[in-house]
């Protein structure tokens, strides 16, 4: 009994615990958002109490008023949606008005859109009206033509399989009487397993309808209003569109043979990367657009902070078709390093676990992809300072394509700040004395 | 060398300085009294500086001062009434003496500096630092950096305030020396004590008006009407204070305990006279002393009726 | 004119000699010449094979996490983007200002009530010329302080091969002129008041405002709300030595000379408009003797 008193209390404890990390949900008129954040779509909306949309400009980017339930999540510390209990899509016309009070009206089109999946790459592709139709339509087909690859494949390799298992049974069975069984293990080896089926290299997301917003930078309001012109409450919003700072800066994403899993990010153009110089190192240099903090935290989370005089780096897209100069201090001249694809291997001589190696698609990696692409930099340990730089196949150097690597090790020479750091009192305590005999030399006489 | 018309000084609906016409003639002492809150350091401001008058006008050595001649300042040298505590705490006498030799530009500084740290017998503490120095030596220090530069004029605000009985005697002969060789002082006081000592003429100001402007011996007669005698008396029998009530030259006897404050109704010094007739009674006085009435004690008389008298008096001249 | 400079550099070289008097001058550089000793080896502390990983050692964890946490991501990059230099100056400059603007606005004030600064300008100078001998004093030692940090971070860097990166000089410049402008203020506040504890409250609730606007402006937000608060604050902004100070060092970042030079000379002009305020205001209020 008292054990379930405890188990009762302690339940009720937590159930109330949990209760009280979530506001009460309440039916709000909202705008969910598909924004294009300059690299990819991003998901958010726009509650009642929310006066501001943000966009980029001159992008596509999706608006989809509904009803629905909102609430507070305390425990993540954001607003959420809760489409279960109501989820009603409002139809309407969205008027748009300038800051020049030119109104326009938008009608909602169907849309979708797509991500190809790379390495780290991310090419996004909308599609609108009858072209987001005939998208769709294409990758219905291509998933029906992939399913029935798929069942074809499925059924020939259980075919291979049952077919291998009775050559390894035949080969065992000539062993063991002493015969001949060469000629079988030649057929077993002769034979390849089926063909892998094809593989959709995308994925679209579902149709849906939306106002389109593409609009120059600016500020706007907007409005819902219903068939017969009447404006929904809580609707009229303001939409600020902005744009890049700067556009197609260098980045570089880069890892040490030791953290080859655990890369980062040299964003700042100009930025000194410091080094301990022990490993090796892979870059691999990417571009990026600059915006303003607030605007993007904004647009990626409508009830997110940012800030407004600071500005952030966001991924476009990898540097293909470049060469990486680089120049280390213990050598003449600069050196080119190519960009390689390589493969992560276990390895028990190493101290870390793994060896990484160059990526060999005819013969040890075949049918493997490659773990990743990236300019090799090895260290040489002398070189305390290479110079990098990104340059394209008509060896024009990117802007902003620079770094400064810098290898930097503790050296007891800094303890000369600490030795420097006692002669201010030391000449403090010389001007003390001179003043303390002087006077001393007045009161004597 | 300082001449002041029709000089007003308004903060708001305040009127602290009004319509004053001073004027300090070459080689004089000139005493500025009032009591405080006159308008006596209000105006010595005006005259260096560090205020702006609402109206009227400045003459410093015969030219039209304003601010901009701050070159005129130069030959001014001031000793304000109380020396700077808690700043420069780290100077010497010399270094601070010094650092306004430089200032005031002073020819072979270091030679004057020695030479006038000697006149007043600071030359054995030059190296000290000035934080330790007693009130009067301060005040001493003071009136050496105001010469410093030679001026011709020197203006003291309360130049003997809080000092010994010795340091106010330094501090007269030092400022009789310096007027004896032909420097015009300006002393601004409410002792009427020391400023009757030293000042050939004085102004009188009140309430931000010039009462009177006139040498030493008609001020004080217009202004102590009533002296007063005090003798401590080993014994004081009642027909003693009736004889002394019957002395032409005196008004009322008051007694306190064994002393007799006896008000005197003339400007004679009257202390022979009293002290003999007691000893003429068979008395003897063990202390007698005349009471000067600080200007202080001397403006609390000062009513409307008195006021009148003195701006009579100021027509008639 | 010549009068005055001579004034104003003979009263500027007693304060130098009086600051050189001050333990806590001496007291402020050791102080800073520790800390960029600790500064400087928890940063290579820090450096791992791919790269600076703040979280290797405590402080600069914290820093880059209180950084981020207020001021989002950039600006904890920014400030390590080129070393540990920016960081430590900032670290020990501010501290060094301080007491340069306070040792100012307090001194001014206290000189005026006790009337030293009077038997100075009873002499052959009004006090401009008196607040601007603190205003020289101020620039020397600023100017002096930065050279020293500079030499100092030079060392340090050709000891260790980190990089005293370019920038870092020109965000120098820009903060020497903030120093100065922010010293201003410390002259304007004695000016009104009339002893050294007005003077320095004054002072000190002034460059408070200025701060708190600054680290607001810095902070990340969820929502521009115009309210009256938020006007005062912006007109109020325009005023702030940090504004522009910051603005300078997004410039220097940005590598746009034009707008670093309009940071610089917004510094310059706040100076300039506080020294006449304090002319005019000086002769307005007055100086009692």
């Known amino acids: 009994m008292k054990r379930f008193l405890t188990t009762l209390f302690l339940a009720f404890t937590l159930s109330a615990g949990l209760a009280a990390q979530i506001s009460e949900k309440e039916e709000e008129f909202l705008y969910s958002i598909h924004a294009y954040d300059g690299k990819e779509y991003k998901k958010t909306f726009c509650r009642e109490e929310s006066s501001t949309i943000y966009l980029l400009a001159d992008d596509q980017s999706f608006l989809m008023p509904r009803k629905t339930f909102v609430y507070y999540d305390a425990a993540l510390n954001m607003w959420r949606i809760d489409s279960q209990g109501v989820n009603e899509e409002l139809p309407g016309r969205l008027e748009v008005t300038g800051t020049d009070n030119k109104v326009t009206y938008i009608d909602k089109t169907v849309y979708t859109y797509y991500v190809t999946p790379g390495e780290w790459d991310m090419q996004w592709k909308v599609y609108t009206g009858q072209k987001a139709l005939d998208e769709w339509k294409t990758f219905e087909e291509l998933r029906e033509k992939i399913r029935e690859e798929g069942k074809k494949f499925q059924e020939e390799m259980f075919k291979y399989r049952r077919w291998k298992e009775e050559m390894n049974k035949k080969i065992k069975e000539a062993r063991l009487k002493g015969k001949n069984f060469e000629g079988l293990v030649q057929e077993l080896n002769a034979k390849s397993p089926p063909p892998y089926p094809g593989r959709i290299h995308y994925e679209l997301y579902p149709l849906e309808m939306a106002f389109i917003i593409n609009l120059p930078v600016g500020e706007y309001r907007i409005r819902l209003l219903d068939s017969e012109g009447r404006v929904y409450e809580n609707s009229d919003k303001k939409i600020i569109t902005f744009s890049r700072e700067r556009s197609n800066s260098v980045g570089f994403i880069y890892s040490a043979t030791d953290k080859i899993k655990l890369p980062k990010q040299s964003r700042i153009p100009q930025a000194i990367i410091y080094i301990n110089g022990k490993h090796d190192l892979y870059l691999r240099p990417y571009l990026q657009n600059e915006f303003n903090d607030f605007y993007h935290e904004k647009l990626s989370n409508n009830d997110g902070r940012g800030n407004p005089l600071s500005t952030k780096w966001i991924i476009t897209e990898p540097l293909y078709n470049s060469w990486l100069e680089y120049h280390r201090s213990a050598e003449p001249g600069p050196e080119i390093s190519l960009e390689e694809q390589f493969k992560v291997e276990r390895s028990r001589e190493n101290p870390f676990g793994y060896r990484i190696v160059y990526y060999d698609r005819n013969d040890a990696h075949k049918n493997f992809e490659p773990d990743f692409r990236s300019f090799y930099l090895p260290m040489d340990g002398k070189s305390t300072v290479i110079k990098i730089k990104v340059r394209d196949y008509k060896d024009k150097y990117y802007v902003s394509g620079e770094r400064e690597i810098r290898v930097v090790w503790y050296t007891a020479g800094l303890v000369f700040l600490l030795i420097l750091a006692g002669i201010p009192i030391a000449v403090y305590l010389f001007i003390t004395i001179k003043r303390i005999i002087l006077y001393r030399t007045a009161e004597k006489s | 060398m300082i001449r002041t018309k029709d000089l007003t000084k308004k903060f708001g609906g305040y009127v602290a300085v009004d319509n004053l016409n001073l004027n300090i003639k070459p080689g004089e002492t000139y005493g500025f009294l009032g009591p405080n809150g006159a308008g006596k350091t209000t105006t010595i401001s005006m005259i260096l500086g560090t205020l702006t008058p609402t109206e009227g006008e400045i003459f410093l050595f015969g030219e039209k001062y304003t601010l901009n001649k701050a070159g005129l300042r130069k030959r001014i040298g001031v000793v304000p009434d109380k020396h700077p505590v808690g700043v420069w705490t780290w100077m010497t006498a010399f270094e601070y003496l010094n650092f306004f030799a430089s200032i005031f530009e002073v020819k072979d500084a270091g030679k004057r500096i020695e030479f006038l740290l000697e006149q007043v017998g600071l030359h054995e503490f030059r190296n000290r630092r000035f934080t330790s120095y007693s009130r009067g030596m301060l005040q001493k220090l003071s009136i050496i950096r105001a010469l410093l530069p030679n001026p011709d004029i020197l203006i003291m605000d309360e130049p003997i305030t809080g000092l010994d009985p010795f340091g106010i005697k330094q501090v007269r002969d030092l400022i009789v020396a310096e007027n004896r060789e032909g420097r015009s002082i300006l002393i601004s006081s409410h002792q009427l004590s020391e400023i009757e000592k030293i000042c050939h003429r004085v102004a009188i100001i009140f309430r931000g008006k010039l009462l009177a402007e006139d040498n030493m011996d008609r001020i004080l007669k217009t202004l102590v009407r009533h002296r007063e005698i005090e003798i401590d008396v080993e014994k004081i029998p009642k027909t003693l204070i009736r004889q002394i009530e019957k002395m032409k030259f005196v008004n009322k006897v008051k007694v306190e305990d064994l002393t007799l404050k006896i008000e005197i109704n003339d400007d004679t010094d009257r202390r022979r006279d009293v002290a003999e007739f007691i000893f003429k009674k068979g008395l003897i006085p063990l202390r007698i002393q005349e009471k000067n009435p600080s200007l202080e004690e001397a403006f609390m008389t000062i009513t409307n009726e008195n006021m009148a008298l003195f701006t009579r008096k100021g027509a008639q001249k | ?289």
Not at chain 3, 16 to 45: H, Q, R
Not at chain 3, 117 to 143: A, K
Not at chain 3, 269 to 274: F, M, N, R
């Open chain 3, 1 to 289: 004119m010549n009068e005055k400079v001579r004034v104003i550099g003979i009263i500027a070289r007693t304060r130098i000699k009086e600051t050189l008097l001050n333990p806590a001058l001496y007291v402020l550089i050791t102080g800073a010449l520790v800390f960029t000793y600790y500064s400087l080896v928890d940063f290579i502390n820090a450096i791992d094979s791919d790269g600076l990983n703040l979280a290797k050692t405590p402080i600069l964890e914290l820093v880059s996490g209180l950084m981020t946490s207020f001021f989002g991501r950039t600006a904890s990059e920014n400030l390590f983007a080129h070393g540990p230099f920016l960081f430590t100056f900032i670290v020990i400059f501010f501290p060094f200002i301080l007491y340069l603007s306070i040792s100012t606005a307090f001194k001014l004030g206290n000189e005026k009530s006790t009337g030293a600064c009077q038997l100075v300008i009873f002499g052959p100078v009004n006090i401009t010329p008196y607040y601007l001998s603190f205003l020289i004093r101020d620039i020397f030692f600023t100017l002096g302080y930065i050279f020293l940090v500079c030499i100092l971070f030079t060392a340090g860097s050709l000891v260790t091969n980190m990089v005293v990166d370019p920038t870092f000089f020109l965000s120098a410049v820009s903060s020497f002129f903030m120093a100065i402008a922010l010293l201003s203020y410390g002259i304007l506040a004695s000016s009104l008041a009339s002893n050294g504890f007005t003077s320095l409250s004054i002072y000190l609730s002034s460059v408070a405002v200025f701060f708190v606007l600054y680290i607001g402006s810095l902070m990340t937000i969820s929502e521009y709300t115009i309210n009256p608060a938020t006007v005062i604050g912006l007109v109020l902004q325009v005023f702030s030595p940090f504004f522009y100070w910051q603005a300078s060092l997004t410039a220097v970042e940005h590598g746009n000379w034009l707008v670093f030079l309009l940071d610089v000379f917004a510094l310059v002009l706040i100076t300039s408009v506080l020294m006449v305020a304090t002319h005019f205001l000086s002769r307005i209020r007055s100086i009692k003797v």
